[in-house]
Antibody, heavy 120, light 106 residues
Framework: QVTLKESGPVLVKPTETLTLTCTVSGFSLSNARMGVSWIRQPPGKALEWLAHIFSNDEKSYSTSLKSRLTISKDTSKSQVVLTMTNMDPVDTATYYC????????????WGQGTLVTVSS | SYELTQPPSVSVSPGQTASITCSGDKLGDKYACWYQQKPGQSPVLVIYQDTKRPSGIPERFSGSNSGNTATLTISGTQAMDEANYYCQAWDSSVWVFGGGTKLTVL
């Protein structure tokens, strides 16, 4: 059974760095073509893709947020970590991690999401 | 950067067919997929690689993609299909979502 679970702070202050962890089970991060993306959704708004890490450790980032994002993984812990620097209230959102099973970009399993509020 | 455009809302009567479009430059040259999201829940993949349904997704969900437009079709729409639907494409290792369409079944 494939599962993904996000964890991290529920509240961060403006200018702080956010660190989120996605813990996966039911598949290995080292499996060929398996990858994990981070996506966020501000309250009442649309989904926004943030970053992706491929099985070969290649990374891809949203053009608009690239300077603030870092994605990494620890295969032994089955974890994918996203850091986002210089947090602002507009970054308040539910943050999801999701799996890509192949090379066609579909996200077949999603975590439950974690709501992060940015406020002083 | 690549963009996908969806209508903000679509309404359908129960039992009728709902069609939700997603437009993007040469979208037909890429794979499109669709997600259903109900309030307070995570998105669920309902169509991938333009036309394929994941296990457990009802047959009334179908998809197509040609030219600049991908379409999600729900035949015999049920009240439980009321949700937000997002299209998504993958372009040069960048994932792009549409703005979402709220499907109302009334």
């Amino acid at each position: 059974q494939v599962t993904l679970k996000e964890s991290g702070p529920v509240l961060v202050k403006p200018t702080e760095t956010l660190t989120l962890t996605c813990t996966v089970s039911g598949f290995s991060l080292s499996n060929a073509r398996m990858g994990v993306s981070w996506i966020r959704q501000p309250p009442g708004k649309a989904l926004e893709w943030l970053a992706h890490i491929f099985s070969n450790d290649e990374k891809s980032y949203s053009t608009s947020l690239k300077s603030r994002l870092t994605i990494s993984k620890d295969t032994s812990k089955s974890q994918v970590v996203l850091t986002m620097t210089n947090m602002d209230p507009v970054d308040t959102a539910t943050y999801y991690c999701a799996r890509t099973p192949g090379t066609t970009g579909d996200l077949d399993y999603w975590g439950q999401g974690t709501l992060v509020t940015v406020s002083s | 950067s690549y963009e996908l455009t969806q209508p903000p809302s679509v309404s359908v009567s129960p039992g009728q067919t709902a069609s939700i479009t997603c437009s993007g430059d040469k979208l037909g040259d890429k794979y499109a997929c669709w997600y259903q999201q109900k309030p307070g829940q995570s998105p669920v993949l309902v169509i991938y690689q333009d036309t394929k349904r994941p296990s457990g997704i009802p047959e009334r969900f179908s998809g197509s993609n040609s030219g600049n437009t991908a379409t999600l079709t729900i035949s015999g729409t049920q009240a439980m299909d009321e949700a937000n639907y997002y299209c998504q494409a993958w372009d040069s290792s960048v994932w792009v979502f549409g703005g979402g369409t709220k499907l109302t079944v009334l």
